[in-house]
């Protein structure tokens, strides 16, 4: 089962990894980290296409990523 789990992990962190790198940068230098915050948090626009299938699947594996750990946390006792 812990050898399982690992396996599943390793899987888990490379399309994670390879999703977060696919995402389009949302701002570009100071200026966009400063103000780019403000209008993703209150603006109206919402992401559509590709943006948002890559955003869904980023927030499904980091979540499958928590849960693969705590299992091999809690079955490594």
Do not use: W
């Amino acid at each position: 089962m812990h050898t399982f789990l690992i396996v599943l992990l390793v899987i888990d962190c490379l399309a994670l990894i390879t999703v977060v790198l696919l995402q389009s940068g949302k701002s570009a230098g100071l200026s966009g980290a400063i103000s780019g915050g403000a209008e993703q948090l209150f603006g109206k626009q919402k992401a559509r296409g590709m943006d948002l299938v890559l955003q869904r699947i980023t927030i499904v594996l980091s979540v499958l990523f928590f849960v693969i750990t705590i299992l091999i946390a809690y079955f490594n006792f």
